[in-house]
């Protein structure tokens, strides 16, 4: 297995533009994770998804945020409209559950 | 606020020095997970540990979870340049439904 796979890797665009992150995680996983990391607020956890069902979108800062995942082996992150202060790196793991999350090498968005 | 804290926040040692950092968090956990994060780079697990589990050792790293007190310790032995990165904790909580959080960290700098 590939492992998790995030695309884009990097993702510049201007404010008010909608952004699409996509994910593929693991292969069997039933747990999917979509976090966000800054140097002042860490690593956040956004949203995460059991059996492509969400179960807690409670860190999701506002309703321009949205995450979902359509089939097992696919999840999408959307922003819209995007704004500078969203600038950060969007990270997807994916788990089986009881067991330790396996980590994409994450999209890092710059929004100006 | 994170369920899992790590302290110190950053530690700077010589090569061959142990390191040592700890992680407190606040309700029960089903296991609790050791993470490494080199810059720019996803996180990758280390070690699991489970809640009816005292000790864990994978090569030059020892975990220990006390549930009575809440916290956990990750010890690398005989560090060495390479072991440079970001050391996170995370929790798996069975009442917050599997959610997976992390705290925020120990930066770990291994001086040739």
């Known amino acids: 297995d590939a492992g998790v796979i995030q695309s884009p890797r990097h993702e510049v665009t201007e404010m008010g533009q909608e952004v699409t992150l996509r994910c593929k995680p693991i292969?069997?996983?039933?747990?999917l994770f979509w976090y966000r990391q800054t140097m002042m607020r860490g690593l956040e956890l956004l949203i995460y998804?059991?059996?492509?069902?969400?179960?807690?979108d409670s860190g999701m800062p506002e309703d321009r945020f949205s995450a979902k995942m359509p089939n097992a082996s696919f999840s999408t992150l959307k922003i819209q409209p995007s704004e500078p202060r969203d600038s950060a790196v969007y990270f997807c793991a994916s788990s089986l559950i009881g067991n330790w999350a396996f980590f994409g090498q994450g999209t890092r968005l710059t929004v100006v | 606020s994170q369920q899992g804290e790590e302290d110190p926040q950053a530690l700077s040692i010589q090569e061959g020095e142990n390191a040592t950092m700890n992680c407190s968090y606040k309700?029960?956990?089903?296991?609790l997970q050791w993470y490494r994060q080199n810059s720019g780079r996803g996180l990758v697990h280390l070690i699991l540990i489970r809640s009816n589990e005292r000790e864990k050792h994978s090569g030059r790293l020892r975990v220990t979870l006390d549930t009575s007190k809440k916290s956990s310790s990750l010890l690398i032995t005989a560090s060495r340049a390479a072991d440079t990165a970001s050391y996170f904790c995370a929790t798996d909580a069975r009442a917050a439904g599997n959610k997976l959080t992390f705290g925020g960290g120990t930066r770990v700098l291994v001086k040739p």
């Open positions: 998804f059991n059996n492509n069902v969400p179960i807690d």
């Open positions: 292969s069997g996983h039933d747990y």
């Open positions: 309700t029960s956990i089903n296991n």
